[in-house]
């Protein structure tokens, strides 16, 4: 994302959930409306793989570190697509009510992680300022100590999601004047702050950098759900794609000297807007052509329980992958696992990672569902599991 972060930032940013919430009301605009959506007022199958996808490529990304993942499958614009999308839906109820529910459902999770990460940062000599606000309301990136970063900059993603969602009601109505128009001019922001202007150091620049970037895919959201993209021509919607694809996949080799050496996206604001916009665009155009049997096939547990514990395997994932490595170190200590398991095997902290995980979404999951007024479960996606939309 931007060129501020690195290291673990860098992997931070490889992925991010959507908060969950309740489904949307269930009687959608007539066609000849200008919110009509082609797309079904429920669940959607296919964007909720979408998600859970990006959620395994996100952990992938931490514990391997491929620099081609985000070429390969660009986590961060698809999900603030697909966040796009759903508030774009929830906004046909009244625009405070529905910030205020998307708040509420961001914020529990946040403080229940937040605790336990502030808690054993004060146990390691941290001692915070003022800045701890941002710890109850992240509008920006929140102090953390040096010995903990991997494990709190992924609230970056919290922090642009928060804004986001603050700016809506104005979005939306920007996008109804001329929906292609703004799409396009939706990518001048990151080219400015690239070419023209260098955007400050600290939180101002950090959160200008990251909305500049996705700007484009949380209004392409918000154009899937108007049906403007089932409204434009294959032709045009794939030659537009694959000019922002060519842009920005070489401007990330040809730039890598300026981004310490690297083609990954998420050290490069442009490349990455570039090469969302044009992903997610033909992502979201092929959903217009999918039969509805095809995303009806997506509904299985497993993504249920992506979806529905989204945020918190999002938060807690870097958590689970630290204590991994701790805990495969007491597994060379058993001559057993010493002779017969790959300990040394990078896939096999990925296993392990996700073992954890599922933990942490047994013991803190239940938080999503407090957070979202919903009756606590230890695992979601059965029958009668409502989720967000």
């Not at 860098?10 to 082609?38: M, Q, T, V």
Request: aromatic share 14%; hydrophobic share 50%.
């Amino acid at each position: 994302m931007g060129a501020h972060r690195k290291g673990s930032a860098r992997a931070a940013r490889a992925g991010h959930p959507e908060p969950a919430g309740p489904p949307s009301p269930p009687s959608p605009p007539s066609p000849s409306s200008p919110s009509f959506s082609p797309s079904s007022p429920g669940r959607d199958g296919y964007f909720d793989l979408l998600r859970a996808v990006a959620l395994v490529r996100v952990v992938a990304y931490h514990t391997f570190g491929w620099a081609w993942a985000g070429l390969v499958f660009p986590s961060m614009g698809v999900m603030f697509g697909l966040a796009g999308t759903l508030m774009a839906r929830s906004l046909r109820r009244p625009a405070l009510t529905v910030i205020r529910s998307r708040v509420r459902r961001l914020l529990p999770p946040f403080w229940f992680w937040g605790f336990f990460v502030v808690t054993a940062m004060l146990v390691h000599g941290w001692m915070p300022g003022w800045q701890i606000v941002y710890w109850i309301v992240p509008l920006g990136d929140p102090p953390g100590s040096a010995w903990a970063e991997q494990a709190w900059d992924v609230v970056w993603y919290l922090r642009t999601y928060l804004w986001f969602v603050l700016l809506s009601p104005l979005l939306l109505r920007v996008l109804r004047l001329s929906p292609v128009v703004v799409l396009a001019l939706s990518l001048v922001p990151v080219v400015v702050l690239t070419y023209v202007w260098q955007p400050p150091e600290g939180r101002l620049g950090s959160a200008l950098t990251d909305l500049a970037t996705f700007l484009f895919c949380w209004l392409l959201g918000f154009a899937h759900h108007e049906g403007v993209l089932g409204r434009l021509r294959p032709l045009a919607v794939t030659v537009a794609s694959l000019a922002a694809l060519a842009y920005g996949g070489w401007y990330a080799l040809a730039h890598r000297s300026a981004y310490g050496g690297t083609y990954d996206l998420d050290d490069n604001p442009l490349a990455q807007a570039f090469w969302s916009a044009g992903f997610v665009t033909l992502l979201m155009y092929a959903k217009e052509y999918l039969p509805a049997r095809s995303t009806r096939a997506s509904r299985s547990r497993l993504v249920a329980v992506f979806n529905a514990r989204a945020v918190t395997i999002y938060l807690w994932h870097e958590l689970a992958l630290v204590l991994a490595v701790p805990l495969i170190d007491r597994f060379w200590e058993v001559p057993a696992f010493e002779a017969h398991l790959p300990l040394e095997s990078q896939w096999f902290l990925f296993g392990v990672g996700w073992v954890l995980i599922g933990g942490f979404v047994l013991a803190c999951g239940w938080v999503e569902d407090v957070a979202a007024r919903r009756k606590p479960t230890l695992l979601p996606g059965g029958r009668a599991a409502r989720m967000g939309a």
